[in-house]
Nanobody, 122 residues
Framework: QVQLVESGGGLVQAGTSLRLSCAAS????????MGWFRQAPGKEREFVAA????????YYADSVKGRFTISRDNAKDTVYLQMNSLKPEDTAVYYC???????????????WGQGTQVTVSS
């Protein structure tokens, strides 16, 4: 089992930045992918970004490319999502996810966090 705890959400104005963190614990190893998803009110959960276990591979949804950056610190079993130039449409609950397979991390990862709310006001 892997436990994931997100932090860093909040209420910000459009155009500003926010950084989310997600700490993993339990049966963790460095050989896994970590990612972020989000779910806006009334919408389905969608993929945001993912990163390979060595950080050499990063993947982004088109809607966040150039604005969001995913990174990780394996010594801390933590993944980060730096969100710049935030827009009201970025408002959502952001979820951290972990999986050992690249084919699953962008679609149906095995482990999920509880989520952290990000609200962007116009």
């Amino acid at each position: 089992q892997v436990q994931l705890v997100e932090s860093g959400g909040g209420l910000v104005q459009a155009g500003t930045s926010l950084r989310l963190s997600c700490a993993a614990s339990g049966q963790t190893s460095r050989s896994y992918y970590m990612g972020w998803f989000r779910q806006a009110p009334g919408k389905e959960r969608e993929f945001v970004a993912a990163i390979s276990y060595m950080g050499g591979g990063t993947y982004y949804a088109d809607s966040v490319k150039g604005r969001f950056t995913i990174s990780r610190d394996n010594a801390k079993d933590t993944v980060y999502l730096q969100m710049n130039s935030l827009k009201p449409e970025d408002t959502a609950v952001y979820y951290c996810a972990v999986d050992s397979l690249r084919t699953r991390i962008q679609n149906s990862p095995r482990y999920w966090g509880q989520g952290t709310q990000v609200t962007v006001s116009s």
